[in-house]
């Protein structure tokens, strides 16, 4: 059975950190990755990871927000700096395969100004 199970959400201050990960079992995926959906508004892609490496940023976290990849742990982490209050959301991580994508069941972030 394959699991995704992210940790790390929470409360902080605009211009503060956090560091969410992501648990994965059950399946090594070929990229794993990270999203965010606000109220009222789509499913944004923050950040991926390659098994090769390869990384993608978007640029609304370019330069605040590091994604890395534990591959012993089997795990992903989105080191988030510089918060601000538009970055409160709820975020996923996802993990894919050559078959599908797969989601973990989401870590609220709440940024205050």
């Known amino acids: 059975q394959v699991q995704l199970v992210e940790s790390g959400g929470g409360l902080v201050q605009a211009g503060g950190s956090l560091r969410l990960s992501c648990a994965a079992s059950?399946?090594?995926?070929?990229?794993m990755a990270w999203y965010r959906q606000a109220p009222g508004k789509q499913r944004e892609l923050l950040a991926s990871?390659?098994?090769?490496?390869?990384?993608y940023y978007a640029d609304s976290v370019k330069g605040r927000f590091t994604i890395s990849r534990d591959h012993a742990k089997n795990t992903v982490y989105l080191q988030m700096n510089s918060l601000k209050p538009e970055d409160t959301a709820d975020y996923y991580c996802?993990?894919?395969?050559?078959?599908?994508?797969?989601w973990g069941q989401g870590t609220q972030v709440t940024v205050s100004s």
């Open positions: 996802s993990g894919m395969t050559s078959m599908r994508a797969y």
């Open positions: 059950g399946s090594i995926f070929n990229a």
């Open positions: 990871i390659t098994t090769g490496g390869t990384i």
